[in-house]
T-cell receptor
Framework: GQQLNQSPQSMFIQEGEDVSMNCTSSSIFNTWLWYKQDPGEGPVLLIALYKAGELTSNGRLTAQFGITRKDSFLNISASIPSDVGIYFCAGQLPGANSKLTFGKGITLSVRP | DTGVSQDPRHKITKRGQNVTFRCDPISEHNRLYWYRQTLGQGPEFLTYFQNEAQLEKSRLLSNRFSAERPKGSFSTLEIQRTEQGDSAMYLC?????????????FGPGTRLTVL
């Protein structure tokens, strides 16, 4: 099936640093969403993007919907310890009738 | 709290037993989704409902799996004759159809372990 590519699998940063994560696909997506998941919990929606080129912020988070509609990035500025978790990108394919396709996630560690 | 809720949070069962999970969506949401997540992977779509109608099923949903949403509110996911490969986190999400946007909100999940 369709896949979203997230790499690297893990990222390690120092508290206060900025971090950027990419999500790419060989297919065009209509919608991109970014979720954060803590161990043993469900994913929590961070940001949703609906138009190519759209740049959206939510506090220290900024995400962009790539102009080609095949990629998106998420930026976290001034990281804090509670940013630790797994970050997933998810997309909706044209005509997919609302189901989401997820990447494998990036595990973020923040050193105090 | 008006978020998506799931019950139970954890279920341990023996191979061959049947299990049933429940999901209560956000109250005004008319779309409800089931996903499965295994270790180190993102959630994978299983099925979704619009009101009480089941509109799509993934090929991941074998004939041992059945989902219902009888009154367009809560949903149940039943797995018959469980196998060890069914061990996973089962996630439910909901969204509101009449917006232009597909913001799906997830519950905390049910962790299934099949011994």
């Amino acid at each position: 099936g369709q896949q979203l590519n997230q790499s690297p699998q893990s990222m390690f940063i120092q508290e206060g640093e900025d971090v950027s994560m990419n999500c790419t696909s060989s297919s065009i997506f209509n919608t991109w969403l970014w979720y954060k998941q803590d161990p043993g919990e469900g994913p929590v929606l961070l940001i949703a993007l609906y138009k190519a080129g759209e740049l959206t912020s939510n506090g220290r988070l900024t995400a962009q919907f790539g102009i080609t509609r095949k990629d998106s990035f998420l930026n976290i500025s001034a990281s804090i310890p509670s940013d630790v978790g797994i970050y997933f990108c998810a997309g909706q394919l044209p005509g997919a009738n609302s189901k989401l396709t997820f990447g494998k996630g990036i595990t973020l560690s923040v050193r105090p | 709290d008006t978020g998506v809720s799931q019950d139970p949070r954890h279920k341990i069962t023996k191979r061959g037993q049947n299990v049933t999970f429940r999901c209560d969506p956000i109250s005004e949401h008319n779309r409800l989704y089931w996903y499965r997540q295994t270790l180190g992977q993102g959630p994978e779509f299983l099925t979704y409902f619009q009101n009480e109608a089941q509109l799509e099923k993934s090929r991941l949903l074998s004939n041992r799996f059945s989902a219902e949403r009888p009154k367009g509110s809560f949903s149940t996911l039943e797995i018959q004759r469980t196998e060890q490969g069914d061990s996973a986190m089962y996630l439910c999400a909901s969204s509101f159809l009449l917006t232009l946007y597909n913001e799906q909100f997830f519950g905390p999940g049910t962790r299934l372990t099949v011994l």
